[in-house]
C-alpha cells in the first residue's frame, strides 16, 4: 500500500485529533472527582464576610511605639523581608504622612501637629479593584469574602497591578527575599523572586478564627468587620463617626477607613 | 526562499555577525537577570515599568506602522509601494518579535509566562494585546512570505491572501489602540489617563515607523541593486509629516488640558520630565533633546525643498525616529510612574545589565530584519 | 555523491551529539529511591495513615497538592475531608510537613530519581532537619 503526502498528512492529523479528544474525554469523566468522596470545606471556626473592611482610628495610634508594634506583628507573621532601601522595599502595612497618605485632601493650612501623625497604611482591599481588572492571570483577584488576594503560584511578575493600584499597596519580589527576613515564621510561605505581594487581610487568620494580626496589635485602634453587615463593629463606627477613604474619587471604593478626629 | 539568506557578500555576514554578538551579550547579561532577579535594572517599586516596557510600546507602534505601505497599495491601489509593502510586512514582523522578547524579558516569573493562554482573562487588556499581537505577527509572517513566493515564481498571489491583507489593514491600528490601553485605563496614573492617548500612539506610530522605513530604503538602495524608487520614498516622507505634526499637535493638547486646568496631579508628570520636580531632573535633558528633535523635524519635513532633498529627508527621519524613541521609549513610561501615588518621586535610571539586554533584544530584532530582508531583496535582484 | 565526506562527517558529529547523553551516563544507574516515612509525628500515630491511601499519594500527589494550593488560596476553602471522612487542614508546611519532617528522605529521594524539581520549596519552608 502506498499513501501520498497528503493522505499521510490527513490520516496523522486526524489519529491526532482522535487522541486529544480521547484525552479530553478521559479528563471529563475523571474531573475534578477523582478522588472519591472526597472534599473541601470551610472550617466552622472560620470568620466570613461579604466584604471585610477595617477602620483606623488614627487618634489612639499616637507614639511610634504603637504603630511600630503593629507593623511588626504583620511584618513577622508573614515573612515580609527588610531590604534597608527603598529600592528592593516591600511592605504590607507601613506609616506615612498625612500629606502623602491623602495627597488631595490636604491644604497648607492644615490643623497643627496632624503632619507628624502617622497614618497606617495598607491594602485597601477596594470593592472594585483595578488591580484585579488588571491581572492577566487571575493571580490578583476577589476573594468571596471581598479580600483582594495575590496567588503567589500563579502570579507572573509582570506587574501590570503595580502601575493601576492608585494607593502604592503592592510591592515585587526584585530579588531573593529569602536573606532578607530576619527570623522566618515556620507556619507561613516566604516569597520568591519575580512575584508580586501585599496585605491579604490575614486570610489565613481568618480561616482558623482569629482577626487580623495588626488589628490584634492595635489596641482596639483598629477595627475589622463586615462592611454588609449594619450590625458590625465596623458600621457601627461609620455611622457615629466622620471617616475618610484614599482617593475616593477614583471609585475604587475602598475598604479601609479612617477616623481622623473630633 | 530562506536559502538567499545564506550567501551573501562580506559586509553581510559581517553585519549578521556584529549583531549575533551583541544579541549574545545581551543574552549572557540576562542569565545574570534570571538568576539575580529584575532588581538588576533601575527598575524599583515606585518605579515598576522601565526600558524594557518603553522598548515594548514604541516598536508595538513600529510595527504598527507597515500598514502605511500595504493600506495605499491595497486600498487605493497605489502602484508605487507594490514593490515594497513587503519591507513593511517584515519589519512589522522583526518589531513584533522584538515586542514579544521585550515582554518576557520583563517578567519577573518568565517561566510561567503561558498563564496568559492557560488562564485565559478577558477582562485584562494584556491578554488582549498578548492575542492582537501574536495574531498580527502571524498575518504579516503568512502574507509577506506568500506574496513574495508568488512574486518570485511570477505568478500572482493566491486569492486566499486578499482577504487576510484587508484583515491586516484593520487589525494593525488595533495592536496598538490596544497597547494604548494598556495605559489609558488605569485610576491614578493622570499621565496616562488620557482619551487621546491611542490616537497620540498611533500618530507617533505611523511618523516614527515610515521614518524607519525612508532610512531603511536608503541603505537598501545603498547595499543592494535594488532601488525602493525615489517617488516611494518621497510619499513615505509625506506620510511621516503629517503624522509627525499630528503628533506634535497631540502632545499640545494634552499640555493645553493639564497646564490650563490647572488640576496638579496632571501637572505633575509633565513638571518632572521637562523642568524636574525639586531635584529631581534626571530625564530632562532627555525629554529636551526629544523636544527639539521633533521641531527640528518639523521644520524640515513642512519645507518642500528639505523633504524632497534626500539628505535632509534623511536626516529628518533621523530626527523623528529618536524623538520618537525618547518620547515613548522612555518619557511616556517613566512620566507615568512619577510622581509616585503618594506624589513622592522615585527617580529612574536603566542599569548597565538591562542596557545590554535592551539592545541585545534590538540586535535579534535586527538580524531577523536583515535575515528577511535580504531574502526579499535577492528575490527583487533575480527578477530585475 | 557530492560532498560525501562532509556529510559523513556531519552525521558523526549528529550521532555523537546525539547519543552522548546515554553515553555520558552509562553504567552509573542511581540507587532505587527508598523514601522513609520514619518521623517521630508518624511513629506516634497509632493509625500511619496519610489524607488518602498510600497507592493514590504515590501516583496522584502532585495533583492533590494543586487541588489543595487552589482550594485553600483561590476559594478559601482550607478543610480537606478524605475518602474515610476524616478533616485535615489544607497546608503543605502546617499539615504536609508536620508529619513528613524528613523532607530529604521523603521528598528528594524520588524528586532527585525521576529529575523533577517542583517549586514549592521556592517559597514554602522546609521543615528544619538535622544535617544527614
Known sequence: MSINRREFLKIAGISLLGFGGASAVKKHLMGDNWVEASEVLRSPDALTAQQWAMVVDVRKITTMNDYKKIVEACHSIHNVPDFRNPKDEIKWIWKDTFEHTFPTSGHPYMEEGIEEKPFLLLCNHCENPPCVRVCPTKATFKSKDGITMVDFHRCIGCRFCMAACPYGARSFNWRDPRPFIKKTNPEFPTRTKGVVEKCNFCAERLAKGLEPACVEASNGAMVFGDLKDPDSEVRRILRTHYTIVRKPELGTRPSVYYVIGG | MLEKALTGSRRYWLWICVLLALSGIGFIAYLRQFTYGLGITGMSRDVTWGLYIGQFTFLVGVAASGVMLVLPYYLHNYKKFGKITILGEFMAVAAVTMCVLFIFVDMGQPMRIMNVMLHPTPNSIMFWDSVVLLGYLMLNIIIGWTVLGAERKEVPPPSWVKPLIYLSIAWAPSIHTVTAFLYAGLPGRHFWLTAIMAARFLASAFASGPALLILLCFIIRRTTRFDPGKEAIQTLGKIVTYFMITNVFFFGLEVFTAFYSQIPGHMHSFEYLYAGLEEHRVLVPLMWTSAVLAIVAVILLINPATRKNEITLGLASVAVFLSLWIDKGFGLVIGGFVPNPFETVTEYWPTLPETLITIGVWAAGFLILTVLYKVAISVKEELA | ?132
Open chain 3, 1 to 132: 555523491m557530492y560532498d560525501g565526506s562532509k556529510i559523513i562527517a556531519g552525521l558523526i558529529v549528529f550521532v555523537g551529539l546525539f547519543t552522548f547523553p546515554f553515553l555520558y551516563n552509562m553504567g552509573k544507574a542511581s540507587a532505587k529511591p527508598e523514601p522513609k516515612i520514619d518521623t517521630p509525628v508518624i511513629q506516634q500515630l497509632a493509625e500511619k495513615k496519610c489524607v488518602e491511601p498510600k497507592s493514590f499519594m504515590r501516583a496522584e500527589h502532585m495533583k492533590l497538592l494543586n487541588e489543595w494550593r487552589d482550594s485553600a488560596i483561590r476559594k478559601a476553602k482550607r478543610v480537606y475531608v478524605g475518602a474515610e471522612g476524616k478533616e485535615y487542614t489544607i497546608s503543605l508546611q502546617n499539615t504536609c510537613m508536620k508529619c513528613h519532617s524528613n523532607k530529604k528522605k521523603f521528598c528528594d529521594e524520588c524528586h532527585n530519581y525521576m529529575a523533577v524539581k517542583p517549586y514549592c520549596w521556592d517559597c514554602h519552608l522546609e521543615p528544619k532537619e538535622k544535617k544527614l
